[in-house]
């Protein structure tokens, strides 16, 4: 099983948001890329309209967690950039995992 692995560039993240597909909700939106690379790897972009950086730092923690614990169900060698809206503020982790599968299988479909 493949390790966790982060999007840190920005030219990686303007590659993902033109070329990608995206899929949304209230909460999220998933932006999903083919790569060349072997691995998956993960981005995380939340607002400063989302919260201070303590609410900022704590959905990054959520999503990171809920991304490192099922690798399986993400496609191998795939970008993917998780943007938060407003409204996920106030989530827990539970809230947030099931709004992650929904829009995880809006763009399986």
Avoid: T
Avoid at 17 to 28: F, I, M, P, T
Avoid at 34 to 61: Q, T, Y
Avoid at 85 to 90: E, I, S, T, V, Y
């Amino acid at each position: 099983m493949s390790k966790f692995v982060s999007l840190k560039k920005n030219s990686d993240f303007k590659s993902v948001y033109s070329k990608g597909v995206s899929a949304a909700n209230r909460y999220l939106v998933l932006y999903k890329l083919p790569s060349r690379g072997m691995e998956r790897r993960f981005g995380f972009s939340i607002s400063k309209k989302v919260g201070k950086a303590v609410c900022r730092n704590r959905l990054r923690r959520i999503l990171k967690e809920i991304c490192r614990l099922n690798l399986a169900r993400f496609s191998d060698r795939c970008d993917y950039v998780f943007i938060v809206r407003q409204a996920a503020a106030d989530q827990n982790y539970h809230q947030m995992e099931k709004q992650v599968w929904h829009v995880l299988g809006k763009l399986s479909k």
